[in-house]
């Protein structure tokens, strides 16, 4: 079965970065896009921008650009989402899920990034 | 990039239907036939519900069912269960090849 596995929580500090990987197994990597979703405490769901595994190619909404970054690596299946300049309002869970069209599913199970001073 | 509109929060007694509404633009919802629902519940990992307006993954009940007119698109939960207390989120293909979330409904079963 499709499966997206994140990996675990992160706490960071104003002004870092953090780098959120995303494996994916049970399908063909290179054929969907893979999106990035975050959730905030007490805030609704974000889409961040999306990374097509086969060529890399990325898009961003503008609220993110200059400080998101999205990576692939087709050897072991794995997107990474990489967030700079750290607030406190980027605390939030990060999602990773897959587009088979114009739509997420699955998704994987959240990372918790905290930043804190 | 403003979020789609959607009411705060919509309750219903069990048994009864309820509809939660999610309002765009020309540029979303109104111009593609991309408009998908999830459901999320506390603390767990959101869930697809409705895809491409009013298409149903296999596996979620009929229960719940989408439509749109202009840009307003439009979940509906006919006979609601304690199970469906949750939040919900609409989303939208945008032009420029760029999505978009609802700001969410907390549905309440009383």
């Known amino acids: 079965q499709v499966q997206l596995v994140q990996s675990g929580a992160e706490v960071k500090r104003p002004g870092a970065s953090v780098k959120v990987s995303c494996k994916a197994s049970?399908?063909?990597?290179?054929?969907?896009?893979m999106h990035w979703v975050r959730r905030a405490p007490g805030q609704g769901l974000e889409w961040m921008g999306w990374?097509?595994?086969?060529?890399?190619?990325?898009n961003y909404p503008q609220k993110f650009q200059g400080r998101v970054t999205m990576t692939r690596d087709m050897s072991i299946t794995t997107v990474y989402m990489e967030l700079s300049n750290l607030r406190s309002d980027d605390t939030a869970v990060y999602y990773c899920?897959?587009?088979?069209?114009?739509?997420?599913?699955?998704w994987g199970q959240g990372t918790l990034v905290t930043v804190s001073s | 990039q403003s979020a789609l509109t959607q009411p705060a929060s919509v309750s219903g007694s069990p048994g009864q239907s309820i509809t939660i509404s999610c309002t765009g633009t020309?540029?979303?919802?109104?111009?593609?036939?991309?408009v998908s629902w999830y459901q999320q519940h506390p603390d767990k990992v959101p869930k697809l519900m409705i895809y491409?307006?009013?298409r149903r993954p296999s596996g979620v009940s009929n229960r719940f069912s989408g439509s749109k007119s202009g840009n307003t698109a439009s979940l509906t939960i006919s006979g609601l269960q304690a199970e469906d207390e949750a939040d919900y989120y609409c989303?939208?293909?945008?032009?420029?090849?760029?999505?978009?979330f609802g700001t969410g409904t907390m549905v309440t079963v009383l």
């Open positions: 899920t897959r587009a088979p069209e114009a739509w997420f599913d699955p």
């Open positions: 020309s540029s979303d919802v109104g111009g593609y036939n991309y």
């Open positions: 491409d307006v009013s």
């Open positions: 989303c939208s293909y945008r032009s420029g090849d760029f999505y978009v």
């Open positions: 049970g399908y063909t990597f290179t054929t969907l896009n």
């Open positions: 990374i097509a595994p086969n060529s890399g190619v990325t």
